[in-house]
């Protein structure tokens, strides 16, 4: 009953087809999206030249091109940070990008990428990894109302499907009025993935949908999403690691590295052709290993991905009929511990025919990327954070805007020596930036007679309050990019080690040096974790709400779309840290903790340190000229 009560909700329909014809007419009539092309048949998703670059101006995909068949389980497989989640995201309409993307003969972006179409994104639903934590409202129904609200339904249309979608989640209607952080796990991510079917989306996109689950659930999802491809419009796109449980429902599987599509091919080609993963830096799943091995014993195995079921029938089979026999040595080497995972080769293919690819390419990029900042990473934390306090002193104590730029050049030269590019900056900077605007031109306004220099009316303004305004804010800034700079080149874990080293003379005073370097670390640690959560939480928001802007700013109606699990999330983190530190003693007085790791200053570790202060005294003296 729990299974079929799982595959009606991911279905969206009751399989009957007299519901099918009712939906179809709902969905024209109702949110005014027509059926494309003859007999209700969908388009597929046509993907050309897409290219999406991430803050630091470095590539997330390059170059991708790609067809998405209506009625096709497509998986999206790739290393960890190979750009599937960012794909996703590209399909939704959430990013935006460079090339065509059309969704059903309507491109998801126009303007180059860069302007939402309505009309194509709201045919998308998209389920995240661990959709129990994006609900929000004060009660389910308020869920429910928020995810159709872009759908403008008349009402009676919206209860219908509010009503249809609990039923087929298996969540009884009196819930509907409760409150969902009441509700159980479980029931929890059967409701997210309600309020998204509910839209009765065409095309259905998941992020790591069996993260979490047990098997069994994971087998039940799956079955769900291949009667949901078989009796829905559109298709269904999943981003995953978990392989050996999706594979075998797979019609399509694109594999991504570097940002690059290295293969686009069927389900038969990738089976035929396991060196494929090798070349696209994946080590193979236990089940093409599996089958490998039962090839060379002399089984005859499909060219095909087999379930854990049906390799254990055909196993059994061999093992009666006597046709098992010892595996030679490749397949035994097939059949060995792949715990080490190869990196990418030179080769990609394209519908299953391999061409050169750019795995490897982008692996020595980012290579050298990294060995352009390992210099800086490898100095110690203390000769750093000497540095960064006399060059940010120094820049503070300047009074004009010649000792600023001055100041402004000795922070670009940091940056690039510690190899951070501009563009990682600008999150940190942009609402600074704007509050320095605001800031700089409220103080040169005034009102009266003779306030200020040039004058509207009662109003005036005076350059001469708002350049020092400008110039005090700015120096500011600069403090800002160079702990950047620190922390693109400093682990927490170093800053605190070197935070507590240089304390500790003060311990002698019973200065709590633990608790502050502790203190320090976590906040260094949390800036990143809270710009993380609030950038996951934003895509989440706006895909449910369908107002997707150009900036990739959420309107201040969906604000609590956002703020409500970001703030839950926070709290959920701070209370696994708080554990996690009382586990390690910090909670215990009168203890003398030992570190694992030796800090040694070594020359170029002085040499900087020496640097930083030279740097500072440069500084003074030119702040102290005439």
Not at 242 to 254: E, K, S, Y
Not at 538 to 552: E, F, L, Q, T
């Amino acid at each position: 009953m729990r299974r079929a009560r799982l595959a009606a909700a991911v279905c969206g329909r009751d399989g009957a087809s007299a519901a099918g014809s009712r939906r179809a007419a709902d969905r024209s009539a109702g949110d005014g999206r027509s059926a494309a092309g003859g007999g209700g048949r969908t388009m597929p998703i046509i993907v050309e030249g897409l290219r999406i670059a991430g803050t630091d101006g470095r590539p997330v995909l390059d170059d991708v091109s790609c067809r998405i068949g209506e009625g096709e389980l497509t998986l999206v497989v790739g290393r960890n940070g190979s750009g599937k989640s960012t794909f996703l995201d590209a399909l939704a309409g959430l990013a935006a990008y460079e090339g065509a993307i059309v969704a059903d003969g309507r491109p998801v972006r126009s303007g180059w990428g860069s302007v939402p179409n309505l009309d194509a994104i709201g045919r998308i639903g998209q389920v995240f990894q661990s959709p129990e934590k994006q609900l929000f409202a004060g009660t389910v129904r308020g869920e429910f109302r928020y995810s159709l609200r872009y759908l403008k339904l008349p009402r009676s249309e919206a209860e219908r499907r509010t009503a249809e979608a609990m039923d087929r989640a298996g969540l009884p209607r009196p819930l509907l009025d409760g409150s969902p952080f009441r509700l159980s796990g479980g029931q929890k991510r059967r409701l997210a993935l309600a309020t998204t079917l509910s839209t009765e989306p065409e095309w259905l996109l998941l992020d790591e949908p069996t993260a979490g689950l047990d098997p069994a659930a994971s087998a039940e999802l799956i079955e769900a999403l291949l009667a949901r491809k078989r009796s829905a419009r559109g298709g269904v796109v999943v981003a995953t690691h978990d392989l050996d449980a999706l594979l075998p429902a797979a019609d399509r599987i694109l594999m991504l590295a570097g940002g690059k599509l290295v293969a686009s091919a069927s389900a038969d080609e990738l089976a035929a052709a396991p060196g494929l993963w090798e070349r696209a830096g994946l080590s193979r799943p236990t089940s093409v290993r599996l089958a490998e091995a039962m090839r060379g014993a002399g089984l005859p195995v499909p060219a095909a991905f087999m379930t854990a079921g049906q390799a254990a029938a055909l196993l059994a089979r061999g093992m009666r009929a006597g046709a098992c026999g010892p595996a030679p040595g490749a397949a035994a080497e097939a059949a060995a511990d792949p715990a080490q995972a190869t990196r990418a080769g030179p080769a990609g293919t394209s519908e299953g025919r391999e061409t050169p690819g750019p795995a490897s390419a982008a692996a020595d990029a980012g290579a050298a990327a990294s060995s352009a900042a390992g210099w800086a990473e490898a100095l110690d934390p203390r000769a750093k954070w000497l540095f960064y306090v006399c060059v940010s002193l120094g820049i503070i104590a300047q009074r004009d805007w010649t000792g600023f730029w001055i100041g402004a050049a000795v922070t670009a030269a940091v940056l690039m020596a510690a190899g951070v590019r501009w563009r990682s900056t600008v999150p940190v900077l942009r609402p600074y930036l704007a509050f320095a605007a605001v800031s700089t031109l409220v103080s040169g306004i005034g009102f009266g007679a003779g306030a200020g220099e040039y004058r509207l009316g009662p109003i005036g303004f005076s350059p001469g309050p708002a350049s020092v305004t400008l110039l005090e804010l700015l120096k500011v800034a600069c403090v800002m990019v160079g702990g950047v700079a620190l922390s693109a080149a400093t682990t927490p874990f170093a800053m605190k080690s070197g935070l507590e080293r240089a304390l500790s003379p003060l311990r002698r005073l019973r200065f709590p040096v633990d608790a502050v370097s502790l203190t320090g670390s976590l906040l260094l640690r949390f800036i990143p974790v809270l710009r993380r959560e609030a950038a996951r939480f934003n895509r989440i928001a706006r895909s449910r709400g369908k107002r997707v802007r150009r900036s990739g700013a959420i309107r201040l109606r969906d604000l609590p779309a956002m703020a409500v699990p970001l703030l839950l999330s926070l709290l959920a983190i701070a209370s696994d840290l708080a554990a996690a530190i009382e586990a390690r003693g910090y909670g215990r007085a009168g203890g003398r903790r030992t570190s694992g790791v030796a800090l040694r200053m070594r020359r170029r570790d002085w040499a900087v340190a020496a640097g930083g202060v030279l740097l500072l005294a440069a500084l003074l003296a030119f702040r102290a000229r005439g």
